[in-house]
């Protein structure tokens, strides 16, 4: 025989807009007997303690399943780390900087080595070298980490847009 909320609500000791409140959530039925809408309130206590439950706007499961996800990926990088497989950033700017200034010196060396090579090339030729050297240097002076998380086929364009500049 089905409990009333007012009924219910002085057994344990509620109002019956209290009650109400748990019947509108879904966690009492209006027509559960005494007995059944006491097992399924304490059942409701019972998760709520435990921290299992979501009561209202703040849903501590989902509060504790992200603060989980927080601490394993800090971990997770604290052993990418360990391992040496993350560097901070600024190590890798000064170690990519110090790459590029190595790969300028080389470029500025190619003409050179092509005169001595192909002494035949005019000057003419070799200032044609050293423009296309300047344009490939300008492109790569330019790339920022947008541009090398670009996909493969805007990387691609840019290659053929340099292949068709040789051409002219």
Known sequence: ??????????????????????V??????????????LHAYCSHLRETAAGRSSGGDL???????MLAKVQRERIEMQNGVTRGELAPVVLIEEVLSKAGARIGGLFDAIPGAVKRRVPSLSSDE?????????????????????????????????????IEDQGE
């Not at 025989?1 to 748990?22: D, H, I, K």
């Not at 493969?152 to 847009?161: I, K, L, T, V, W």
């Open 1 to 22: 025989m089905p409990m009333t909320q007012a009924a219910f609500g002085a057994l344990v000791g509620v109002s019956q807009q209290a009650v109400g409140n748990l």
């Open 24 to 37: 509108g959530r879904g966690l009492l039925d209006s027509s559960m007997s005494g007995q059944q809408m």
């Open 59 to 65: 849903d501590l499961v989902a509060e504790r399943a």
């Open 126 to 162: 070799i200032g044609n070298i050293e423009k296309e050297i300047a344009k490939v240097r300008n492109i790569v002076a330019n790339i920022s980490l947008a541009d090398l998380r670009d996909d493969e086929e805007d990387g691609a364009a840019q290659e053929h847009q340099v």
